[in-house]
């Protein structure tokens, strides 16, 4: 048993008549007729609510973001991504700091510094 609400065109919208009106049905008011909202986790991608930037684990991961597991050093290091770069020094992220050196790291670190810095020309 569905609902009658008024569309648009003067004509009734009936909830639970396996069709969808859109002047006066939607997926949070008769999903009987639209289909679900949906969550994210479910398997499916909604393009209306969700991305690979909210919702990776149905949209599928953008390349190079925090949290991929990979550590993309023209954007992340272990200050703004420590869960994919480390929480101690990595060398190669452009970034110069705890305990690297011109000769331990000369990619980040090209000249000799009391404080943490990023790599001129990054």
């Known amino acids: 048993m569905g609902f009658a609400s008024a569309s648009s065109a003067g004509l009734c919208a009936v909830c639970g008549d396996s069709i969808c009106d859109p002047s006066a049905e939607n997926v949070y008011n008769c999903p009987q ?16 609510t969700e991305n690979s930037y909210n919702c990776p684990q149905d ?44 000769s331990s790291c000369p990619q980040d670190c090209p000249y000799l510094s009391d404080f943490c810095y990023v790599s001129p020309g990054h």
Do not use: L
Request: aromatic share 8%; charged share 15%; with cysteine.
């Open 59 to 102: 949209c599928g991961s953008p390349a190079g973001y925090c949290g991929d597991y990979t550590c993309d050093p023209s954007t992340e290091n272990a200050f703004n991504c420590p869960q994919d770069c480390g929480f101690g020094p990595v060398c190669g992220d452009s970034v110069c700091c705890d305990g690297e050196t011109p």
């Open 33 to 48: 007729d639209c289909g679900s909202p949906g969550y994210c986790g479910d398997s499916v991608c909604n393009p209306n």
